[in-house]
């Protein structure tokens, strides 16, 4: 049984600025959840690729596979969850190492998502202007956060 992913925004009004922000992390929920209703249900870790429906990239991360979260969602009514949204120069103006440097941060911290038992999904999708990306990160409870923010990697990854 899948069921919604809810945003919420406990009685506050997000400022126009983010309206945009707030309508990408509805969209890639929207894609995770069409991808829980076509795909077997794993218990193990997995990290899967694909396509937000106007086939920009996107990753999904499955820390101790899509079961964990499946059993949440059909338990609970509200998840927690966090939206990283990414800001860079355009691709032409980055330097191939600091392109680099990016993804290996990035592929360090999904290594160590299984170390957080709090966090249940990770997803990364890339942004409508093409080169920045965001993410939406599913947790089950607000622990997560703290326990993620003490990670170094993660402090290097947002400096």
């Known amino acids: ?14 400022p126009v600025a983010f309206s945009s922000d707030i309508d990408f992390l509805k969209e890639v929920r929207t894609a995770v959840l069409e991808n829980l209703k ?45 939206g ?10 980055l330097d191939e190492n600091i392109k680099e440097d990016i993804w290996n941060i990035d592929n360090k911290l999904v290594e160590q998502l299984s170390g957080h038992s709090n966090i249940v999904g990770y997803f990364s999708a890339e942004r409508l202007d093409g080169h920045n990306w965001g993410n939406l990160v599913v947790c089950k409870s607000s622990d997560a956060i ?3 923010m003490t990670s170094k990697t993660h402090t290097t990854a947002i400096t």
């Open 1 to 14: 049984m899948i069921v919604n992913l809810i945003f919420q925004q406990d009685k506050k009004e997000f």
């Open 38 to 82: 076509c795909s077997p249900i794993t218990s193990t870790s997995e990290v899967s690729y694909g396509r937000l429906p106007d086939q920009r990239p996107m990753r999904r991360v499955f820390p101790r596979g899509r079961e964990h979260l499946i059993s949440l969602m059909s338990k609970r009514d509200t998840l927690y969850f966090v």
């Open 84 to 93: 990283f949204i990414g800001f860079t120069k355009d691709a032409d103006e």
């Open 146 to 148: 703290n326990e993620w």
